[in-house]
């Protein structure tokens, strides 16, 4: 199973939103609605973030939301703070009880 | 406060085997299923393993497939993870995870991991 392609880096300014593709295939994202997001900071476990496209689980920011359309899934952040420069990643279901996570994407706040 | 605590990583020699466990605290943990997940050294994250709420469905990934086991204790609240003929690229921090939502998709709460290094 390769992983999901996230761009390797993304950047915007405090205030202004980011928008972070992960693209799979007709296997993964565009089979299942079983997509999640998580941000990782250096040193630090991931951190759930989004979960089955566009949920957000309690405690998370309303900045944060998900998309999906096709194989490719989205994760938007609006509002942009600093706290926010992170890697991100997606993970997909695969079927069979496989899961596959996105090569991550690193968000520069500017 | 849902806590996994993973321990028992360390340096071992290819070829070796090691077992990782970890302690979970502050939920049903026979509730849930659980993931290995783990992340090389400056890379992504790696699906691992996945084992059901009751241990009797377990899954894993190909580039570990016959080489790792993963089991859990219920009463106990602890899983393991059981690595045998361990090759350079298993050399990652080993998190943890559980397992909730639709096929056990939505990893929502994370250990803080624990480095293996395999090395000469």
């Known amino acids: 199973q390769s992983a999901l392609t996230q761009p390797p880096s993304a950047s915007g300014s405090p205030g202004q939103s980011v928008t972070i593709s992960c693209t799979g295939t007709s296997s993964d994202i565009g089979l299942y609605n079983y997509v999640s997001w998580y941000q990782q900071h250096p040193g630090k476990a991931p951190k759930f973030l989004i979960y089955?496209?566009?949920e957000r689980p309690s405690g998370v920011p309303d900045r944060f939301s998900g998309s999906k359309s096709g194989n490719t899934a989205s994760l938007t952040v609006s509002g942009l703070l600093a706290e926010d420069e992170a890697v991100y990643y997606c993970?997909?279901?695969?079927?069979?009880?496989?899961?596959?996570f996105g090569s991550g994407t690193k968000v520069t706040v500017l | 406060q849902e806590q996994l605590v993973e321990s028992w990583g360390g340096v071992v020699q290819p070829g070796r085997s090691l077992r990782l466990s970890c302690a979970a605290s502050?939920?049903?943990?026979?509730?849930?299923?659980m993931h290995w997940v783990r992340q090389a050294p400056g890379k992504g994250l790696e699906w691992v393993a996945l084992i059901s709420y009751d241990g009797r469905n377990k899954f894993y990934a190909d580039s570990v497939k016959g080489r790792f086991t993963i089991s859990r204790d219920n009463p106990q609240n602890t899983l393991d993870l059981q690595l045998n003929s361990l090759r350079a690229e298993d050399t990652a921090v080993y998190y943890c995870?559980?397992?909730?939502?639709?096929?056990?998709?939505?990893?929502?709460?994370w250990g803080q991991g624990t480095m293996v290094t395999v090395s000469s």
């Open positions: 995870v559980r397992g909730w939502g639709k096929a056990a998709a939505a990893l929502d709460v």
């Open positions: 089955e496209i566009n």
């Open positions: 502050g939920f049903t943990f026979g509730s849930y299923a």
């Open positions: 993970s997909s279901y695969a079927g069979n009880n496989n899961y596959v």
